[in-house]
């Protein structure tokens, strides 16, 4: 049964980087999509960045210009997820989610992680 970990988040100021990962358990990593959504309280889980089982596909929804980029080692069964120019406003809970194809739509992704938590100071 795969099982997801995140690491990674922090407090950082605004226009900093960071550099999640996540790390799974099993041996059926490389059978899955895996993603990356965020949340806030009070509004909706959205997606931040999405990559179909070999890495040959991914997506991003419009709001992460070019800021975000997923990517993920199937030897090491570890997706990790680079933000660059941080903004307040990507302050959430991030995590990690493992789904049969790369999606859009949260309901889509079958396994999750627990979350880490990034914010953003201005």
């Known amino acids: 049964q795969l099982q997801l970990v995140e690491s990674g988040g922090a407090l950082v100021q605004a226009g900093g980087s960071l550099r999640l990962s996540c790390a799974s358990s099993g041996r059926s990593f490389s059978n899955f999509a895996m993603a990356w959504f965020r949340q806030t309280p009070g509004k909706e889980r959205e997606l931040v960045a999405a990559i179909s089982m070999f890495g040959s596909s991914t997506y991003y929804p419009d709001f992460v210009e070019g800021r975000f980029t997923i990517s993920r080692d199937n030897t090491k069964n570890t997706v990790s997820l680079q933000l660059n120019n941080l903004r307040p406003e990507d302050t959430a809970m991030y995590y990690c989610?493992?789904?049969?194809?790369?999606?859009?739509?949260?309901?889509?992704?079958?396994?999750w992680g627990q979350g880490t938590q990034v914010t953003v100071s201005s």
């Open positions: 989610a493992a789904g049969p194809s790369l999606a859009r739509r949260w309901d889509m992704y079958r396994v």
